[in-house]
């Protein structure tokens, strides 16, 4: 008799960690790899954000704040909204979470009932469907195209929403394509929604402040605030700000929804690290010129993996207007075989056999929900991914 619940049959581990685990241990071994499969900014945390959690630690701001956070820091993520996106949130209407992941998680758990339905488009970040199904809820999963920039059309959406739809999740500038969604491809969207009372909106910001040549994100509320009182803006400092390993992300809703996910974290996890709080706290009420100056790096390290690998025979990607992924076509490319023997049935096929032969780590697209695919993420260093598109394309050119 198995101890897991029926629940955990329903998820697989996480595939972007498990690769990136996979490279990890590879190196620990002495191989000589290049792990371009972790959605983590290569930069360093900025000075006055670490000064400002050693300075909490000094001060004994060591102790169990707020569930939701603490007033400082509601006020900051409230205030940072307004100066980002316009939108007028109240402190009250912040919740402070143990990263992004976790606002989601919350958001799932505390509204879904058995069988209601959730929205994804697809290619997706990989935790949305597992998420939605430990909550008891369905993913509805809409393929996208390259033809679309890998966006969702209000005619598609329109065609997915159901009686039982409950959340339809967003995700601009998108992981794994890096598409951002412009003012008026989401004012199709948001005029859908506005035709179906029932559904609410999840929209995962977390790489707004990631986007190129001068373009602006823009969220739902902003672009549609008729919806205010039915969307989840979600959003937090680790890409943004570099503090993955800090575990900060925040909601921004209705005081309603906000209720109920403090009432589900405080039976969980209760608050966020109270020096990761004070931290976060700092970035986002300091300076911002700094991250200006990491998207310049990430634009021209975008451009180097588009040119150098829209160059190799039988792989194809797009330009990303935002984030820092590239989403690269290998369908034709699929049915071959490798100088190492190993035959290309898949995606996945592709991916464990260039991570084996020319130590390259890079995640399937399968694991997104859209096969004939792999991400790479280009938060690694100019020199890296140089000699890693060199592999790639290595690798593409034994392909027999």
């Known amino acids: 008799m198995s101890l897991a619940a029926e629940r ?17 241990a590879l190196k620990a071994e002495g191989r000589d790899v290049i792990s371009l499969s972790a959605g983590e900014p290569d930069f360093d945390t900025p000075d006055f954000i670490k000064k400002a959690a050693i300075e909490a630690i000094q001060r004994g701001e060591t102790k169990y704040t707020d569930v939701a956070g603490t007033p400082a820091l509601r006020k900051a993520v409230a205030e940072r909204l307004n100066a980002d996106f316009g939108l007028d949130y109240r402190p009250e209407e912040i919740c402070v979470s143990t990263g992004g992941k976790q606002v989601i998680y919350n958001a799932m758990v505390a509204t879904l009932n058995a069988g209601d339905e959730v929205v994804i488009p697809a290619p997706a970040w990989v935790s949305y469907p597992d998420i939605v199904q430990l909550a008891d ?36 500038p998108c992981n794994p394509t890096g598409s ?17 009372p029932q559904v609410w909106i999840l929209t995962d910001d977390i790489y707004a402040k990631l986007t190129y040549e001068g373009r602006e994100a823009c969220t739902v509320v902003q672009v549609e605030p008729r919806l205010r009182e039915r969307t989840l803006t979600m959003n937090g400092v680790s890409k943004a700000y570099a503090m993955t390993g800090w575990r900060i992300g925040f909601s921004a809703a209705p005081v309603s929804l906000t209720r109920e996910l403090i009432k589900l974290q405080g039976q969980s996890t209760s608050n ?34 588009v040119d150098a690998l829209s ?30 023997g190993h035959v290309l049935e898949s995606d996945e096929d592709f991916v464990k056999a260039m991570l084996e032969e020319v130590g390259v780590a890079a995640v399937h697209g399968t694991a997104f929900l859209l096969p004939g695919y792999f991400r790479v993420s280009y938060a690694t260093s100019t020199e890296l991914l140089e000699e890693a598109c060199r592999r790639i394309a290595r690798f593409c050119g034994g392909l027999a």
């Open 311 to 340: 160059a190799v025979p039988g792989l194809s990607c797009a330009r990303p207007e935002g984030a820092f992924y590239v989403f690269v076509s290998v369908q034709q490319l699929l049915g071959r075989r490798t100088a190492g």
């Open 8 to 24: 955990m049959g329903r998820i697989l581990p996480s595939q972007t960690i498990a690769i990136t685990q996979k490279a990890r």
């Open 272 to 305: 966020a690290c109270s020096i990761a709080q004070a931290a976060a706290l700092a970035a986002l009420s300091g300076p911002q010129d700094f991250i200006g100056e990491m998207v310049a790096v990430y634009q021209k390290r975008r451009d180097l993996v």
């Open 180 to 196: 951002a969604y412009s003012r008026d491809e989401l004012k199709a969207l948001t005029d859908v929604l506005l035709e179906h």
């Open 137 to 172: 809820g369905k993913p509805v999963i809409v393929p996208t195209t390259p033809e679309t920039g890998f966006r969702l059309t209000a005619e598609q959406l329109r065609r997915a929403i159901t009686p039982r739809t409950r959340w339809l999740v967003l995700n601009s």
